[in-house]
């Protein structure tokens, strides 16, 4: 993770432009939580602007029919909109975070493999070694044909225990990795810091707010009586956790104990009001307790 997975997509991609057959339309499809991130970075390194899919559904057809130079989408609409995507195909396909699609007969894994690109990247920070078959998965939206049916891939690389059932290990991983390396790239954090700037620590203490001092050092107080005990009890532990978590809403701040203060106001919401007062904590004598419902 943060090795420069999206940045080199990005280039990667620009380079495509000047290849004999050129990737003209890219369509990236990450976690909708992500699209901004890849905005941001296709602006700040080739000072392009990317179109989000957005919008009711005739309105995004027209926008994936037109095969911007930039489209960005999520896991969950490129569900909805597969039929646009399958005939209006981009150059080139960037599926982010790809461990999402990591199931082989998933309807994510199979409808991205039926877009039909040129060119698929397929991102990960996951390692690979954790599951064969997450990897053999990954394979499959970059190439079908770069790895042998999984039948096979189970006869020689899979080792099951007595009743043949569960994987216990791998062999011949290097035949894999050969077969791999021609479309497979990967960064470990060794091979990064030696061309990287020192890293910068800095430590910022912000003043916990006057209104939760008291019950902090009280909650506190408790969860000392119960360490200093001989012997802690599993009740102990758990009632432990449960003070441990008022002292994590105090250093939050006032708004997370149900205390309405003058410089922390927090929006109320109507349309659930009845319920977000339960993220009060009432205290009863030495017991804390948190009302049943959400928080």
Partial sequence: MGLGKTVQAILAAAALRRAVQPARSVTVVCPASLRGGWQDEIRRWLGEEATLLEGRAPGRARTIASRPRWLLTHYEQVLRDHREHREHPPDLLIVDEAQRAKGLRTRTA?????????YVFSLTGTPLENRLEEAYAIAQLIDQRLLPPLW???RDHFVRDDKG???????GLDALRSRLA??????????????????LRSTVLVEMHPA??????EVLAQVARIAAKKVILPADLDRMMRLLVIVRRCCNGPHMLGLDVDDRQVPSCRSCASTCATSAWARDGRRWSSPSGPT
């Fill in 165 to 171: 059932r569960r994987v216990v290990l791998y062999r």
């Fill in 152 to 154: 096979q891939i189970d």
């Fill in 110 to 118: 199979r409808v991205l493999k039926a877009i039909g690109a040129r």
């Fill in 182 to 199: 021609p479309a497979f790239l990967r960064r470990r954090k060794e091979d990064v810091p030696p061309r990287s700037p020192e890293r």
């Fill in 212 to 217: 939760v001092v008291t019950t902090y050092e």
